[in-house]
């Protein structure tokens, strides 16, 4: 195991712990030329130290450390910490300075270079109150060495240093470190204080351990009896498939082998779906335990074992030729899955005929078109099969889906006429249904690519009619005008593009409206932008009028956490966050966001402290929250509430970062923080599921091939994409990779960088220089509110900065 998820994070300033003793060393983490007084910190108190004040260059160089590392750029970040030390007399600036330094050694995986530097912290400068947190790190980095005693002793240390901070989490680091140096004993004792310890979730994880521990110490029975407790109360089947599995490890090392088979039965029997009830099935089998062969499919087929998977529901329908058709379903997927589409199609068909009153006879049409369509080519069949459904079972569920995919997949395979009558079908025979607006607008939209705009006026009109929502009204207004245009009537355009202005103000469609009365370019930079916000005069004024939204007191002081600052959730998100340790930090302060969601004043405190420290994300959720409670929503913030809030929720974060990058590229920095705003909401340790990483979401793979193209990073890895000075960078010069491939086209930019330029290129090729009919054309749902979302967001930006246009 190796502890690197502090690398993953981008340091936030030491002198948050230490801003009572030198405020004058705290990291603004608010954009440049914002001015804000950081709020003191709330952890337990420490010893407090005498304030020297030190002379300017060392603290600006401090400073810019700080900066510097919290942007990423560790080597920047560096250079400054360890000239400000040696520049320096100040004992306070040096152990800030070597406390930076430290940092910066660990996040770039210098272990042994770490451990110098806390040395040179721990001897030089004692009294510190860095030494406390550089103990932490210290157990960090000998476990990253395979010195477990020794990060033990660093962790325990850090404990007596600083009780009631992290006791949880730092004892199960202690206990991982005690258990890989083989001292069982000692390791026991610290996983049990590690569940003792108030901590968010229920210490089910840490009970494994246990088990495990406890199964090293020989106390077998106990061990048993704790991986039962976890199967009576997980609901997570992956924890409890791992305990029946360990469960009957442990019986087969007793010699009791049927309890091994029953426990290792009970995991393939109720998890099916997970790892470990395919390493339970492997142990029957090497145990020549008979295994039922449609419980075996089944494990295979999720643990991707295909071709086994077939074979194995070919011996159950072979032995049981009347069954309720789940193996033929389960069958016709792995056949899909193994790569076998017309095998695939087949076996759906002979599913479909035989079990209708299965519960997934109506996925398995879907399952059919799919393979017919994507894998096969088949368009036609693949609609038909979607249509032979509705025919079927008209009053279905899912009816209105199989009908507007059908006529996606016609237009897929340019069948206009067919995507349109499809479509039109939701609307003439599924009124009532939410989606039947948009279908009638999708007919629209084909139709008016055709050029019939008599028949598309009819659609989108249409449309009108069957809606009351005002996203749906405003996008056929838009397109009304388009058609009206078309048709060379200008003033009824006009008129239908006022109207969409009105129907939906801040949405996209309303706001494509407006540009196109103004005759706006999509996504047009303001002439001139004003970026020079007083963030800390806006909180004043923000703070009465939370005083008198709220009924405060006159005397309410607003400026602090107040009493959060005792939550143990507080406390424990603070020095999780002073650590590195930014995704704990950040459960902890969600937690802490959700709970106090009902009382406005303590989501205004913990907006304000998370902007603070620069946990951006539940930063600007607090904030919405504290408007939500006020009664106002998105449209009435701008009238009512103070500028402060938009200015949070829309700030200009990581401003010496993007601002460079947007020059280089060509790009208005502001459409670059709404990306980034879609992308990440400024929360640069996020990832996806599916593998995006940082400030603008790059996957390692585009992100190795850009690295590689501009020749930096130096010794790039993809966890650099954690890094906002690279995943900015990367980000910006993909982005401009794909505008100037694109012809300049920003809206089909988007589209590359959210769906791939291969598709974005085909989607511009179909709409030709016309962005309304390129976000209509696009076929990926995310996509078009990916760009959607963008304009949106923009528009906003636009409002807040923007001058003279």
């Not at 103990?135 to 005693?149: C, V």
Request: charged content about 20%; aromatic content about 12%; overall charge negative.
């Amino acid at each position: 195991m190796k502890l690197t998820r502090l690398a993953l994070g981008l340091w936030l300033a030491a002198a948050i712990t230490a801003c009572s003793a030198l405020p004058e060393i705290h990291l603004p983490t608010i954009p440049p030329g914002w001015t804000l007084t950081p709020s003191i910190t709330s952890t337990p108190p420490v010893t407090p130290t005498s304030t020297i004040t030190p002379t300017p260059a060392p603290v600006a160089r401090v400073n810019e450390g700080e900066r510097a590392l919290f942007n990423g750029d560790y080597p920047t970040a560096l250079v400054y910490f360890q000239t400000a030390y040696h520049d320096s007399s100040d004992p306070i600036l040096q152990a800030a300075a070597k406390w930076g330094e430290i940092r910066v050694l660990y996040a770039q995986e210098l272990y042994p270079e770490t451990l110098t530097a806390i040395q040179e912290l721990i001897t030089g400068f004692p009294n510190s109150e860095h030494v406390a947190q550089a103990y932490f790190i210290q157990g960090l980095a000998n476990y990253n060495l395979e010195r477990y005693f020794d990060a033990a002793t660093s962790w325990q240390t850090y404990l007596t240093m600083r009780p009631g901070y992290l006791d949880a989490f730092t004892q199960e680091l202690r206990g991982d470190a005690l258990f890989q140096a083989q001292s069982y004993g000692e390791a026991l004792a610290a996983y049990t204080a590690a569940i003792q310890a108030p901590r968010l979730d229920d210490g089910i994880l840490v009970d494994l351990k246990v088990a495990d521990t406890q199964t090293k110490l020989g106390d077998t029975q106990t061990a048993l009896d704790i991986y039962d407790g976890i199967i009576a109360r997980t609901t997570d089947g992956a924890i409890g498939a791992q305990a029946a599995y360990e469960s009957g490890v442990l019986y087969q090392t007793l010699g009791q082998s049927e309890d091994a088979y029953g426990k290792f039965r009970f995991a393939t029997d109720h998890f099916p779906k997970y790892y470990y009830a395919y390493l339970s099935l492997i142990k029957l089998l090497d145990a020549e335990v008979q295994v039922d062969d449609l419980t075996r499919g089944l494990v295979d087929y999720y643990a991707g074992q295909y071709d086994v998977a077939i074979a194995a529901f070919d011996r159950y329908i072979a032995a049981n030729p009347t069954n309720d058709g789940t193996p033929y379903y389960f069958r016709a997927l792995a056949m899909r899955d193994v790569g076998n589409y017309q095998g695939a199609v087949d076996a759906f068909t002979t599913f479909i005929t035989n079990y209708p009153n299965h519960p997934s006879w109506s996925d398995a049409w879907g399952d059919k078109a799919y393979v017919q369509w994507f894998y096969l080519g088949l368009y036609p069949n693949a609609a038909q099969t979607l249509l032979d459904f509705v025919a079927a079972v008209p009053n279905s569920s899912v009816a209105v889906d199989y009908l507007m995919s059908a006529g996606r997949i016609y237009e897929r395979d340019s069948r206009l006429n067919d995507a349109a009558l499809t479509w039109a079908r939701v609307a003439n025979e599924y009124p009532g249904d939410a989606q039947a607006p948009t279908a009638i607008f999708m007919a629209g939209v084909v139709q008016y690519r055709q050029g019939s705009y008599d028949l598309a006026l009819s659609s989108f009109n249409r449309s009108l009619s069957l809606t009351t929502q005002p996203a749906d009204l405003a996008r056929a207004y838009l397109w009304i005008g388009k058609t009206q245009q078309k048709l060379g009537d200008n003033t009824a355009a006009a008129n239908a593009w006022q109207q969409g202005v009105l129907k939906d103000p801040g949405g996209y469609y309303s706001e494509r409206a407006r540009d196109l009365l103004t005759q706006r370019a999509p996504l047009a930079p303001p002439p001139t932008e004003n970026t020079a916000i007083n963030l800390a005069a806006e909180r004043r004024d923000a703070d009465a009028w939370v005083r008198l939204t709220f009924n405060l007191p006159a005397e309410t002081d607003l400026t602090g956490p107040g009493a959060l600052a005792q939550d143990p959730r507080f406390i424990r998100g603070t020095e999780f966050w002073q650590l590195g340790l930014l995704d704990e930090a950040r459960l902890e302060f969600e937690n802490l966001r959700d709970a106090v969601s009902t009382n406005a004043v303590d989501s205004y405190r913990l907006a304000n402290y998370m902007l603070d420290i620069g946990l951006y994300r539940p930063a600007i959720f607090a904030a919405r929250q504290t408007l939500t409670l006020a009664g106002l929503d998105d449209h009435s913030e701008s009238m009512m509430a103070p500028p402060y809030f938009s200015h949070v929720r829309y700030g200009l974060y990581y401003a010496d970062v993007i601002a460079p990058d947007a020059q280089t590229e060509g790009f208005d920095p502001l459409l670059l923080y709404s990306i980034i705003r879609q992308e990440s909401l400024f929360e640069g340790f996020v990832h996806s599921t599916a593998g995006a990483r940082g400030l603008m979401q790059i996957i390692p793979s585009t992100g190795g091939n850009i690295a590689a193209e501009l020749g930096w990073p130096f010794g790039y890895k993809d966890d650099d994409l954690y890094r906002p000075d690279v995943s900015v960078r990367l980000g910006t010069h993909y982005l401009a990779k794909n505008r100037d491939l694109l012809q300049g086209d920003l809206y089909a930019a988007l589209a590359a960088y959210n769906g791939g330029p291969g598709n974005a290129m085909q989607w511009k090729q179909l709409s030709g220089d016309d962005p309304d009919l390129f976000l209509e054309i696009i076929r990926f749902q995310e996509t078009r509110d990916y760009i959607r979302n963008i304009y949106e967001i923009y528009v906003i930006y636009r409002r807040l900065y923007g001058q003279g246009g």
